[in-house]
């Protein structure tokens, strides 16, 4: 479909950031004169200069915040329109020298007396930046010099061309054919796969898998060469900033504790039996000899269909949130009404789905929706991110409004936990009953046990690098097909497309991300399980997790509404809802 053939109101409102180009335009040209900090320069340790930049670094990073999101939004509508791939370039070099202009700051900031920073914490002239300030105290040891920070600045772009250019090989350059869809031949779009990868012709799954990897396979030795040097970056920058490896430098930066990270890997790695019991029971149920990665997302029970439209979608989920309360159905309905939305799979148009948004405008959610059930849970989850948002950006001044990435999904996936609990709630026969504990299983499956896997294939790709070897693709394949084994056990073939997979994540570009996904379900099941056992109580603090953005450490933040990830037992909670899901599904299935 070409995005001509969108009906308007399936497409996001981006004039309600910038209602013209030309007005961006008039925007950038403004940013561009603005740019100037560097009269500031030495000046820091005068409480008065100090705060007069920090307010002008805020509003400077919030104009170029909206300058970037109606760049990126547009270019992301149509990955080969020229204009606004231009336009999106223009703002990452403009982002490159922002870099540049403030390299100073955290280098002359950790130069400061300690008692000098300690004392602005309790000067209410800089509430705003209290948890910066105590991130910088922090930072001390792994700070470096002007001319140091200042290169690291001008090399912006280069630090992070890796995952623009899988975007753009991903998005343009995979050759993906076509393939006979419902009668006729259609192009394999990466939502058109998973659309198979969950239907029941497995004949089809074969065929769309084999397809689809081979398109991978053969710019395999590119997209290697492509991770291959984000990982080389990673290590640099760890050792520029003297961390002991890339993991403790990305914990680092998000202010948590190696325990949670810890205490995950240990959780998943200890209950492990229950999902190869999973994966057994879904060899038997379909009856294979052989059961293979394209079997993994097959329905398990029959006579059982689940395809809504868009409209109707969305209605359900304001129904499956209503224990959230009605301003928050309030919410989610204008986000519909008022197209903060970009709904249909469209030439050009970037894959998957995500959430964005910037200071002083309302998010918004990019689709591409199919009328499957995991894109009914997708439009809960994208717009748990943007309510997330919606609600920092309400109630916190900029400097604290953009919560840390270890909580960013947090949120979406209280959405969809919630969704799936209403929908099993409300389950009218034990067929649909029987297919929501599948999709439950099959949903914890993708995002707690996957996510961690990718973690550990993140660590050990990294692990590789530090320790000075080579990593190649032959190696790359060889640890994730190890890992896989580990992870699936023996009822499934691990054959050597799938040892391959790790080729078309692009979440691997931002590294050590996956993971908190993982943390992520795991603070979801317990705040979803915390709402519907003790009510509004536990409503009210989640929404004072919502609201607070940044202004403390995340882990902090998951406390206010019940949940400590440096204790050990959501983590349990977590696998022992897996395992009694399972359990659940298992009786009545009759295994």
């Known amino acids: 479909m070409k995005r001509q053939e969108v009906k308007e109101d399936y497409k996001w409102k981006l004039e309600d950031i910038y209602p013209t180009d030309e007005k961006w335009e008039e925007d950038f040209q403004r940013a561009q004169k603005e740019l100037s900090f560097a009269a500031y320069a030495g000046k820091l340790g005068d409480k008065g200069k100090l705060l007069e930049f920090l307010r002008k670094n805020d509003a400077f990073a919030a104009l170029l915040d909206r300058l970037a999101s109606y760049a990126h939004m547009r270019n ?38 300690e008692e000098y920073l300690a004392s602005l914490l309790t000067d209410g002239d800089f509430s705003d930046y209290d948890y910066q300030l105590k991130r910088i105290i922090a930072n001390k040891p792994h700070s470096v ?66 397809k689809y990897y081979a398109a991978y396979g053969s710019l395999l030795n590119t997209l290697a060469a492509t991770y291959i040097g984000n990982v080389k970056s990673d290590v640099l920058l760890s050792r520029v900033y003297r961390f002991g490896s890339c993991l403790e430098r990305a914990l680092f930066n998000e202010d948590v504790d190696k325990c949670v990270y810890e205490n995950l890997l240990k959780a998943v790695d200890a209950n492990l039996s229950s999902m190869h019991r999973y994966i057994a029971d879904r060899k038997k149920i379909l009856g294979y000899d052989k059961l293979c990665f394209y079997d993994v997302y097959a329905p398990l029970v029959e006579g059982v269909e689940f395809k809504l439209g868009y409209e109707e979608a969305f209605d359900y989920v304001i129904k499956g949130l209503s224990v959230l309360g009605e301003n928050y159905q309030k919410l989610l309905e204008k986000g519909r009404s008022e197209r903060w939305i970009d709904v249909e799979e469209t030439e050009g148009k970037r894959s998957g789905a995500y959430s964005s948004g910037c200071y002083g405008v309302h998010p918004y959610v990019l689709l591409n929706y199919q009328p499957t059930v995991s894109d009914v849970f997708t439009i809960a989850h994208e717009m748990g991110h943007s309510l997330h948002t919606y609600f920092s950006n309400e109630a916190q001044p900029y400097a604290k409004s953009q919560y840390r990435i270890f909580v960013a999904e947090v949120a979406s996936t209280v959405n969809e936990v919630l969704l799936l609990k209403y929908m099993l709630a409300n389950a009218n026969d034990d067929d649909f009953k029987k297919y929501l504990l599948n999709y439950h299983l099959d949903s914890m499956r993708a995002t707690l046990h996957r996510q961690t896997m ?101 882990v902090s933040l998951l406390k206010l509404a019940g949940v400590d990830l440096t204790d050990t037992k959501p983590f349990e909670v977590a696998m022992k809802e897996f395992d009694d899901t399972l359990t659940e599904f298992e009786k009545l299935m009759g295994i």
């Not at 991300?513 to 379900?521: E, F, Q």
Request: net charge negative; charged share 30%; proline share 4%.
């Open 76 to 113: 992301d509508e149509d990955k080969s329109v020229e204009k606004y791939s231009a336009q999106f370039s223009r703002v990452i070099s403009l982002y490159t020298a922002y870099s540049t202009e403030i390299a100073f700051f955290e280098p002359e900031m950790a130069k400061l007396p």
């Open 454 to 554: 990718f973690a550990e294939f993140e660590s050990e790709a990294h692990a590789v690098a530090e320790r000075g070897e080579a990593l190649t693709k032959e190696l790359m394949c060889s640890i994730y097909k190890e890992i896989g084994k580990k992870y699936y056990g023996d009822a499934i073939e691990h054959d050597y497309n799938i040892s391959c997979e790790w080729a078309r994540i692009p979440h691997f570009y931002t590294s050590f991300y996956v993971y908190k996904y993982a943390t992520g379900i795991t603070a979801a099941i317990n705040i979803a399980n915390r709402i519907l056992t003790e009510g509004e109580p536990a409503v009210q603090d989640y929404f004072k997790f919502l609201k607070g953005g940044s202004s403390t450490d995340p």
């Open 145 to 210: 010099s002007e001319a140091e920070e200042r290169i690291i600045g001008m090399s912006y772009e280069v630090f992070n061309q890796f995952g623009d250019i899988f975007e753009m090989i991903d998005t343009l350059d995979v050759p993906l054919p076509e393939i006979e869809y419902e009668g006729k031949p259609v192009k394999l779009t990466h939502g058109l796969y998973g659309a198979i990868l969950h239907s029941p012709d497995r004949e089809k799954r074969r065929e769309a898998f084999e």
